[in-house]
């Protein structure tokens, strides 16, 4: 029954009950006072026709249980036999309820069966028209034994259980939807045009079908009302002059066969009380799908974005792919009419682990046919970001959150790309403001005068040369350090003094065989490009030198607890030497050729693909300190307002 029926019933058996509880008792003090109005209202009218309508699954029985505790509420002089039964029939719901609910969370294969065949007999005893109406015969029968008094309650018991039978609530739903007579009410759209595949079938709706479905909830009946399946609206076009409306089975019934035996008698309605679906199948997986990727076509009217996620269940595990790439496809249907549609690529970031928070890796790949969902907005993290790993974002569309780890971001060296405007400043504070807080020195070698405004707050020391580096990294009154090459007769000459002259602070330290020391120095190379350049974009012949002894000692620094933080606008200008030495790249929007094709070895072609087109502030992280194994789109937070520059509140030092 639909929602707005079962809320005027409702309030109709409410009006009833107390109509009959003033007549046979001559007062309303039994609103208050008596056990079987409790169990008539609370339980039986509510929990029923609202909250659990026909069915119970094991959360739903352990809420029954809990609520049938209400039995406490009786006088001790009225607990006879019957009472205690009812007390014990609540314990063995709740009891055995959440044990069921345990094993399936927590050890999903044990005793498989046995849970099954426990849980059957639970939805039949725990259902609220079982439990709840032997409560409020029972209180009835106590109040006012079997006599006239009685009679009023079982008759109104009567009618209530015979109204919410499923077959008879769905004819009462119909009868009322013609007398009615609304378009928003239309149930029977049209007949079965074909199954095109084992989840989707295709329905020649009528012109009775209201315009806007995509996206509905639709259900069929066989001829004599019996639900055979749920669905949802996953494509809506006309093809040679009719309307064909592909639906996507979310759930099948048992007689799911009177399909195939009795075709022109199935009977799809629009169940408009049933919108409010948070796992929506929007496709099919396709032919071509891999275990990496995976191949489906979108109706046009579907609104996604790139690095927006999707999933589909395989061995009863969600498997979540993020979109990279679309195209608009033409296909020639049997009597030659175009369709057009969006075929969608997604690669696979995996299942999600909610205590570690991160996508791990599956190994297999989902079957044609399979549905595709598209991904939770929200969800409820269970675990805390530990302290060694910093969020760098959440993948678009999602609360799925994107970690780094803090001392692999140090040590196995990170490069930040993208052009100007694409947020990549901001993302190098949070980064930089997240390393200090773990211990670690920050060295930035600033061509852009920029950092020491915005980490004005942190009291930065001010470097003036490369000999002052000592006592700033002994002393640690501050943990950055920042030059700004206002003395600088090379930019890369100058860098090379620096970065040797903090790997000296550092190599003398005893190295254990086997074990690297931990992260205790970052060094930001700001306007890479510049400051480490490709061999054939330095100014003069000298530069070459400089930029190669750098790199080598970059090479070195990892094992002593040195690492880097590039930021670039062009990877084809720095120098491949150090840039391959990044072990993970944050990509934001960039149209350096020469940079995507140098980044596509690290993330493969479509992730590559999609760099030029990115927002501003999403990016593309991929390598050894990233949450995620495999490449992933994300959004970066807004952190405009949480540095304050010249323009702002800080003056210019």
């Known amino acids: 029954m639909k929602l707005r029926y079962r809320l005027i019933f409702l309030v109709l058996f409410l009006f009833l009950l107390l109509l009959i509880g003033y007549l046979i008792t001559g007062n309303f003090s039994f609103v208050i006072n008596d056990f079987w109005f409790a169990s008539g209202l609370l339980l039986l009218l509510l929990i029923s026709l609202i909250d659990q309508p026909f069915f119970s699954t094991n959360a739903n029985i352990f809420m029954n249980g809990t609520a049938g505790m209400s039995l406490i509420l009786v006088d001790p002089i009225d607990r006879d036999f019957w009472w205690h039964l009812f007390l014990f029939w609540c314990i063995w719901l709740i009891i055995s309820s959440y044990i069921i609910m345990w094993f399936k969370e927590n050890r999903p294969e044990y005793q498989k069966r046995g849970r099954e065949l426990l849980s059957k007999i639970n939805r039949e005893i725990g259902k609220p028209e079982a439990i709840f109406s032997a409560f409020f015969l029972w209180s009835a029968i106590k109040q006012f034994g079997v006599e006239a008094g009685f009679q009023p309650l079982f008759a109104f018991w009567a009618v209530f259980i015979v109204f919410n039978v499923p077959s008879i609530s769905r004819a009462i739903d119909h009868v009322l939807d013609i007398a009615l007579n609304k378009d928003t009410m239309i149930t029977d759209i049209g007949t079965l045009y074909k199954i095109a595949d084992p989840r989707v079938v295709e329905i020649k709706v009528n012109r009775n079908c209201p315009n806007e479905i995509l996206g509905l909830s639709i259900e069929s009946y066989s001829k004599d009302n019996h639900l055979l399946s749920k669905a949802i609206v996953i494509d809506d076009r006309v093809v040679a002059g009719n309307r064909i409306v592909k639906i996507a089975l979310t759930e099948i019934n048992s007689e799911w066969n009177y399909v195939s035996q009795k075709p022109d008698e199935v009977k799809f309605h629009i169940n408009f009380d049933d919108q409010e679906n948070y796992d929506i199948p929007i496709s099919v997986i396709d032919v071509e799908s891999s275990i990496d990727f995976v191949k489906f076509y979108l109706h046009p009217d579907f609104e996604v974005r790139k690095g927006e996620i999707v999933w589909t269940s395989v061995a009863e595990k969600k498997v979540y792919y993020q979109i990279t790439q679309a195209f608009v496809v033409e296909s020639i249907s049997a009597d030659g009419n175009t369709i ?163 790997f000296s602070l550092l190599k003398d330290q005893k190295l254990e065989p086997g074990t690297n020391i931990p992260a205790r120095l970052c060094i930001v190379f700001e306007e890479a490009h510049s400051l480490i350049p490709e061999w054939n974009q330095v100014a003069q012949q000298s530069d070459k030198e400089y930029v190669n002894a750098t790199a080598r000692t970059i090479l070195q620094g990892r094992k002593f607890g040195l690492g880097s933080l590039l930021i670039t606008q062009r990877t084809a200008n720095v120098t491949k030497t150090i840039l391959n030495q990044c072990n993970t790249m944050i990509a934001l929007r960039s149209f350096d050729q020469t940079g995507l094709d140098f980044l596509s070895n690290y993330m493969g072609t479509q992730y590559s693909q999609a760099i030029s087109t990115l927002p501003t502030r999403d990016a593309i992280l991929v390598g050894k300190a990233s949450s995620c194994q495999t490449p992933v789109i994300f959004s970066i937070p807004d952190f405009s307002d949480r540095w304050k520059g010249e323009d702002e509140e800080h003056p210019s030092p």
């Open 340 to 502: 057009k549609n969006v075929q969608v690529i997604a690669n696979q970031l995996g299942v999600w682990n909610d205590s570690k928070l991160r996508f791990e890796q599956f190994s297999w790949i989902p079957p044609a046919g399979n549905l595709v969902f598209l991904g939770n907005k929200d969800n409820e993290l269970e675990s805390d970001i530990p302290d060694d790993e910093v969020m760098v974002g959440k993948i678009p569309n999602s609360s799925f959150p994107v970690l780094a780890n803090i001392s692999e971001l140090v040590t196995h060296n990170t490069a930040i790309i993208g052009v100007t405007g694409s947020g990549k400043s901001y993302l190098a504070f949070h980064l930089i403001e997240s390393i200090i807080n773990n211990g670690i020195q920050v060295l930035i070698l600033d061509l852009t005068r920029e950092y020491y405004l915005y980490f004005q707050d942190l009291k930065p020391t001010k470097l003036h040369t490369h000999t002052e580096i000592n006592e700033w990294f002994e002393k640690k009154e501050s943990l950055i350090g920042i030059y700004q090459f206002a003395n600088s007769t090379g930019y890369p000459k100058t860098t090379k003094e620096f970065v040797e002259t903090a």
